[in-house]
Structure formats: structure tokens, C-alpha cells
């Protein structure tokens, strides 16, 4: 057997205590209907606590923009709603399984049994409600071909989309995802169930593009893709 000399012991210890704590989210369930019209000003929204993003990279030149994002649950569908401010509003990718990252774009992963890692749904969204859906493997291998079905997505933009050079103000997006989708992984949520998820942000133009999170990746270079490190979803009543 290989043993790590004292000495590294010291050394790699304090990284892995600096490591921030997961984040912990109440999905909470919606009191009254939502409609999907990319504006999340239902009544039920109001009852939704608030996910603030963070940026973990300061190496990334681009502006820091604030991103909130809610979720709710009920018989049907998982809602997530996002509101983006945003200066200038970029999106050109129009087509299923586009790739939408490359744009102003918000994603949500969810691992729906967080007692393994392997594998988990990504859904990455841009300005125009383009979507692009997939499961992942081992943080490596990705299968576009898989797309959730019944989803619904709209997007509202407060501005003028891909007018380089004017002042926007931002966008916001409602996803109502429904629960057949993960049966694969697991029975739809009751009071108490605890997933795993993350919630990111691509924000900004070529060479002056930031990317925020719910839960810090702890990653040297921006790389969302790390489920271990996903925050925890808790339903409630």
C-alpha cells in the first residue's frame, strides 16, 4: 500500500475543508395554477423563495449580472422560473438540442436519486426559449438524443434581442417540466423528497462571457458539470 507523505496530508487537508458547504432549497408547492408565458408573476410565485446565483470565477471578464431563480412543484409538472438582468441580450440558436450554451442562456441539472452521481438531466435554455435537453454520464459522456417530453418553456425579454449596442434591461423564463419524464430514476416527489440540482447561468459575448451558479462547482476553470457538488432540492407540502 502507497502512502501520502506527512507532509502532503497538511498540504491537500486545508483545500478540502475550504470547500463551501451545499446549498439547500424548499421546493414548495404551487397554491394555484401557472400559466407558462416566460413572465413569473403568477400569485403562486410569490410563495417561492429565491435562489440568488453566485460567480465563482473572477478570472471571467464578463459583467456580473444578477440571476434569481424559483422552483415549484405540483400533481404535474417541477416550474422553474429565472429573472436575468441583462445589458445586452444575446440568442441565436433556434432549433431542439441547439447548442444554447453558447448564448445568454440558464440551465437547471437534476440528479432525481442524489444516493449516486453517475447520472443526471441537463436542461440548458437561452433568451429564446430554444431548449437543449440530454442525460449525462460520468460528468463525461452526454446523450442529446434523449429529450424530455411535454415540457413547456417561454421566455419574455425586456429589450431588444440581438441589437448589439442599445440597453436592455432583461429576460426572464418559466420551464413546467413534467415528473413522467424521470420515472427512470425515480417516483414523482412527495412531502419530504430530496433531490439534487443545479442552477447556472451563461451570460455575455465571446471573449467577455461569465458564468454564475446556485451551487459553487469548486472548479479551477468554470465547468458546471459536477454533480457531487449539486445543492439539495427538499419538497414540501
Request: a negative charge; proline letters at 8%.
Amino acid at each position: 500500500m502507497r502512502y501520502l507523505p506527512l507532509c502532503a496530508v497538511f498540504f491537500f487537508a486545508p483545500q478540502l475543508l475550504a470547500q463551501p458547504p451545499l446549498p439547500r432549497y424548499e421546493v414548495k408547492r404551487a397554491a394555484t395554477p401557472i400559466v407558462i408565458d416566460g413572465k413569473p408573476d403568477d400569485k403562486a410565485w410569490a410563495a417561492a423563495g429565491k435562489i440568488e446565483l453566485i460567480f465563482p470565477w473572477d478570472a471571467q471578464t464578463g459583467a456580473k449580472q444578477k440571476t434569481t431563480a424559483r422552483l415549484l412543484w405540483d400533481d404535474q409538472y417541477l416550474y422553474v422560473a429565472y429573472e436575468c438582468e441583462d445589458a445586452d441580450i444575446v440568442a441565436f440558436h433556434t432549433e431542439r438540442d441547439d447548442p444554447t450554451y453558447l448564448d445568454d442562456a440558464v440551465e437547471i441539472f437534476l440528479n432525481p436519486m442524489p444516493s449516486q452521481t453517475g447520472i443526471y438531466y441537463g436542461l440548458e435554455m437561452n433568451a429564446r426559449a430554444t431548449l437543449y435537453d440530454y442525460t449525462m454520464y460520468q460528468s463525461r459522456y452526454l446523450f442529446k438524443q434523449f429529450n424530455l417530453q411535454g415540457v413547456k418553456l417561454a421566455t419574455f425579454i425586456d429589450g431588444t434581442l440581438n441589437l448589439r449596442g442599445d440597453q436592455d434591461k432583461g429576460w426572464s423564463l418559466e420551464v413546467a417540466i413534467p415528473w413522467a419524464n424521470f420515472d427512470a430514476l425515480s417516483k414523482r416527489p412527495v412531502p419530504g423528497a430530496v433531490w439534487s440540482a443545479n442552477v447556472n447561468r451563461w451570460d455575455g459575448v465571446e471573449p467577455n462571457r461569465r458564468m454564475s451558479n446556485w451551487s459553487d462547482p469548486v472548479q479551477p476553470t468554470p465547468n458546471p458539470h459536477v454533480p457531487a457538488r449539486f445543492g439539495q432540492l427538499v419538497f414540501v407540502q
